[in-house]
């Protein structure tokens, strides 16, 4: 059975940093997508950033955010600086069986539940 465990959301002051995990059981990375999504209040799920074999980032990430990942334990981080109100959502870690189109919520199978991050202003 795989499970995509998120870790280390909280609240933040703006300008500050989290660093969030997300932990694979049954499942390896190697060659999958891995991204994070999140959803902020009243708002759509949306792509924050995807690591492969290579990484993307939203323009909102852009400059501020980096996504990793740690084959031999199996966990995907992102870490995330400067970060603004605007920011503040349910982040979630996502993975998909083997390629596709990293942009779109479809190419990812696994997700996990969710970490919620609150940057106050």
């Known amino acids: 059975q795989v499970q995509l465990v998120e870790s280390g959301g909280g609240l933040v002051q703006a300008g500050g940093s989290l660093r969030l995990s997300c932990a694979a059981s049954?499942?390896?990375?190697?060659?999958?997508?891995t991204a994070w999504f999140r959803q902020a209040p009243g708002k759509e799920r949306d792509l924050v950033a995807a690591?492969?074999?290579?990484?993307y980032y939203t323009d909102s990430a852009k400059g501020r955010f980096t996504i990793s990942r740690d084959n031999v334990k199996n966990t995907v981080y992102l870490q995330m600086n400067s970060l603004k109100p605007e920011d503040t959502a349910v982040y979630y870690c996502a993975a998909s069986v083997g390629s596709g189109n990293y942009l779109l919520e479809g190419t990812y199978r696994y997700w996990g539940q969710g970490t919620q991050v609150t940057v106050s202003s």
């Open positions: 049954g499942w390896t990375f190697t060659d999958s997508w």
């Open positions: 690591i492969r074999r290579s990484t």
